[in-house]
């Protein structure tokens, strides 16, 4: 379409060198953002040029489900607000859902063990299977995922986003709405819905929303978009 740009044009190491720079300050609790400027009149949409982007194949079996857990800064001290983080039981609900009883088809991708999320382990103690990788080997995994798990993260986002291979994806409400996911159509997309969670903008890392991660039950509900 003319009304369409993408990005990138070609392959840039030095761009590459900015990207890691940019996705390496998010340790050390900042929150990067790049910014797409097109200067060209009559361009309505923008999307990634996954065809441009070379990310290696890794065969994943059609029976698993991977689910990306952030870990890190966001659980230090005084964390970005927004960056809330679902609770276990939305990592449950949606395992449910999915009907999976061999929970070793559960893959978890983490790039981070310090500070620690509190539901790895417990996910870890139910038969999940843990990747604790590099940024680099989360990106190969997240990105060749066919069912994908989001937690509120703009590295899982940007995995998503370059992925050839998503067919389903499944995204907290409040992220949900917050970055325009519904824009997404072409492929299955579910909405989970957590009411009486912690509210959007008010993440502390605090103990008590800590214990609430781990603690929440209320009922759960996951709607698939456009039905």
């Avoid at 050390?28 to 797409?36: D, R």
Wanted: aromatic share 12%; net charge negative; hydrophobic share 40%.
């Amino acid at each position: 379409s003319k009304q369409l740009a993408e990005f990138p044009d070609a392959i840039t190491s030095r761009g590459s060198k900015h990207l890691i720079k940019l996705i390496d300050s998010i340790s050390k609790g900042y929150s990067p953002f790049v910014l797409f400027l097109t200067q060209i009149q009559g361009i309505n949409n923008f999307k990634i040029a996954k065809e441009i982007i070379s990310i290696p194949d890794y065969d994943i079996p059609e029976d698993v489900i991977v689910i990306h857990v952030r870990g890190g800064y966001v659980f230090m001290e005084n964390p970005h607000s927004g960056f809330l983080q679902p609770p276990l039981a939305y990592y449950i609900a949606i395992i449910e859902k999915e009907a999976i009883t061999d929970l070793s088809k559960v893959w978890i991708v983490t790039h981070s063990d310090q500070p620690h999320n509190p539901v790895i382990d417990i996910l870890e103690e139910m038969g999940c299977k843990i990747f604790m990788e590099s940024l680099a080997w989360s990106v190969v995994i997240l990105s060749n995922a066919k069912r994908c798990v989001l937690c509120k993260s703009s590295f899982s986002k940007f995995c998503f986003f370059f992925s050839n291979k998503i067919k389903k994806l499944y995204v907290p409400d409040y992220y949900f709405e917050e970055d325009n996911m519904q824009e997404l159509t072409d492929i299955n997309l579910f909405k989970v819905n957590l009411p009486n969670y912690i509210e959007q903008g008010t993440w502390k890392a605090s103990q008590k929303q800590l214990s609430t991660m781990i603690n929440y039950d209320s009922n759960i509900t996951i709607d698939k978009f456009g039905e």
